[in-house]
């Protein structure tokens, strides 16, 4: 963690609408000892319960849904665009059957709360589970999403997490290893 400061997220500009829709996050839960991680461009940041939070959608195949539902803690880690070609990695693979995080290239690491970030991101959030909820069809207003989306019928499960650590690269990673 040498590499990165903790920060006030109030006092963080970030363009949360660039960063998790067309630069990514990724979500990661576990431990040293067993963890997983998956591509997400579903989300936001905000306020509520008078905390800083986020909210991730998790459909219910992925193997880092197992993690998430077990682990009362995750990270969310950001990148800079360099990054692409190694979160399209943790997005099309699953670590069910391959070492998605060795293939990407990335350098996992343990944060302060025991959970699992990576060393390339620009900003790493710790973050607690507050809350979780699978979405509904019956609660769907917009008919045409929940058809668009879900053809299958495979509803995303949402977390609403706390930001309790919030921790911004000190300096841009300038080469690229991958």
Known sequence: MNEFVKTDPYKE???????????WMLITAGDKNH????TASWGGMGVIWERPVAFVFIRPQRYTLEFTEKEPV???SFFD??????LN????RSGRNTDKVKESGLTPMEVPSGSMAFNEADYILECRKLYAD??????????????KIYPKNDFHRMYVVEIE??????????SVFL
């Open 13 to 23: 500009e970030i363009n949360v609408f660039s960063r998790i829709n067309k630069q």
């Open 35 to 38: 963890f997983n991680t998956m």
């Open 74 to 76: 995750m990270t969310l």
């Open 81 to 86: 665009e360099k990054f692409r070609s190694a």
């Open 89 to 92: 990695i943790c997005g099309s």
């Open 134 to 147: 699978s979405l509904k069809e019956a609660c769907f207003i917009d008919t045409d999403i929940r058809k």
């Open 165 to 174: 650590t919030f921790w911004k690269r000190i300096n841009p990673i300038r």
